[in-house]
């Protein structure tokens, strides 16, 4: 079995520590390497795992180490320049979600992945999640008919306030290496359900506001509506909400019934009968987390599945583009941007 050696690149993404564990847990994965320009997080992941060689950026890290496999976790906008210097080297790539701060360097991303022939995909925390993909196979099977209406809103009362790192709220609430406030870091887990389930809509009309926060960040609530040939997609984004949502979340309605999350469980609701309450199935065997699931790919030759797909999430930085300029300008806007 061959061992795949990997390299962090940055560490600035909280989702980072999740995804080490997961990544140390594989035995036909080593981590040999990280780079960060922060030294408390370079002698974190060395305390926590004990990687062997650190680096002052991950350029040279890049640079110097014989690496199969990038785990990136920087802001938004760097995010494109790490896939194209592991791409020009034949490194594959996983990037945590969203794909970008704006659709050209979405783009990038994927011209550089496609020229290379290297995997890439994008870490969306729900795509491991057994009651998200229970929503989506009973989408798929066609259970509640042709969806017309999918919404999911994603909230809590900010990053700084639930406790994430100085290193990760820092960039959350820098416009240009985040891309936005709430609005791209929550908008986007609804646009890349829109994008898997319905693709890309005709136009976008996008909110963005500070209404609450009492110190400077871009926007603090956000919101997107998709408008699609048969079907509408809604994106919903806070940073103030210091409860849970009360509804199942995320939710469609289809020409034979909804479907929604909630507590855990899976509602379905078809005409002629009460809702049921479902238990998710279990996640198939090589897709419990993003690592297992990466690496079952470079096995197999498969293709990466779900909202992970680069493709996917890279018509989700278009939807999230698109609601951006919308908000930012006053007036619905077309896809194709650009």
């Not at 963005?208 to 997107?224: C, G, T």
Request: net charge negative; charged share 20%.
């Amino acid at each position: 079995m061959k061992t795949y050696r990997l390299g962090v690149a940055c560490m600035v993404h909280d989702h980072v520590w999740g995804e080490l564990g997961h990544w140390s847990k594989l035995q036909n994965v080593e981590i040999v390497a990280a780079g960060d320009v922060n030294e408390p997080l370079r002698q974190q992941i060395q305390a926590q795992y004990g990687v062997p060689r650190l680096y002052g950026s991950w350029q040279e890290m890049i640079e110097k180490e014989e690496l199969d496999i990038v785990q990136a976790a920087s802001d938004n906008a760097t995010a494109a320049d790490i896939v194209e210097a592991a791409a020009a080297r034949g490194i594959h790539v996983v990037s945590e979600k969203p794909m970008a701060a704006r659709l050209s360097q979405a783009d990038r991303m994927l011209q550089a992945a496609d020229a290379a022939g290297i995997k890439l995909m994008i870490n969306w925390p729900n795509a491991w999640n057994a009651a998200f993909q229970t929503f989506l196979e009973l989408i798929e099977s066609g259970a509640i008919g042709s969806v017309f209406y999918l919404k999911y809103r994603a909230a809590h009362n900010g990053p700084m306030e639930i406790g994430c790192s100085e290193y990760f709220w820092k960039w959350l609430y820098d416009e240009e290496k985040n891309g936005a406030g709430a609005f791209m870091d929550y908008c986007c887990y609804s646009a890349v359900l829109n994008s898997y389930i319905l693709g890309l809509p005709k136009r976008c009309i996008g909110f963005r506001a500070k209404l609450i926060k009492d110190y400077d960040v871009p926007d603090d609530n956000a919101s997107i509506l998709m408008h699609y040939e048969h079907a509408l997609g809604v994106a919903e984004a806070c940073w103030t909400q210091k409860i849970g949502t009360w509804e199942p979340n995320p939710i469609a309605y289809g020409t034979e019934g909804s479907v929604g999350v909630f507590r855990g469980k899976v509602v379905l609701h078809q005409p002629g009968s009460d809702p049921q309450e479902l238990e998710p199935k279990p996640m198939p065997p090589g897709f419990s987390n993003g690592p297992e699931h990466f690496i079952e790919c470079l096995e197999t030759g498969a293709e990466i599945r779900g909202t992970c797909n680069a493709r996917t999430s890279r018509n989700a930085q278009e939807i999230l583009e698109a609601g951006l300029l919308s908000a930012d300008r006053g007036q619905a806007v077309e896809l194709p941007v650009g």
